[in-house]
């Protein structure tokens, strides 16, 4: 059975950082997309940022560029995403993805997501 479970979330002053993990099982972590999307209430999906596991760069919304950083760490099936220089506008609820199957590498369908971890930044 795959689970990804997020964790890390919770509230923060703006500028200050997070760091998301998502630990993953049950399916074959090599050669697909993982990645985080968010969503506000009332407001649409949002793709974060994206990587591909057999290599490359990642990919980060404009929104986030320069701030979150992506990773993951093979040895513990695990997946992050450090938020630096929080904003208000970065509040959402965060989920991590995995196996893209169809459409954009950070808006496609993806196979799996997790329940998610809220992040609250407050000005």
């Known amino acids: 059975q795959v689970q990804l479970v997020e964790s890390g979330g919770g509230s923060v002053q703006a500028g200050g950082s997070l760091r998301l993990s998502c630990a993953f099982s049950g399916y074959t972590y090599s050669n697909n997309y993982m990645g985080w999307f968010r969503q506000a209430p009332g407001k649409e999906r949002e793709g974060v940022a994206a990587i591909y596991t057999g290599g490359g760069s990642p990919y980060y919304a404009d929104s986030v560029k320069g701030r979150f950083t992506i990773s993951q760490d093979n040895t513990k099936n695990t997946m992050y995403l450090q938020m630096n220089s929080l904003k208000p506008e970065d509040t959402a609820m965060y989920y991590c993805?995995?196996?893209?199957?169809?459409?954009?590498?950070?808006?496609?369908?993806?196979?799996?997501w997790g329940q998610g971890t809220q992040v609250t930044v407050s000005s």
């Open positions: 993805m995995a196996v893209r199957l169809s459409g954009s590498i950070l808006l496609g369908d993806y196979r799996y």
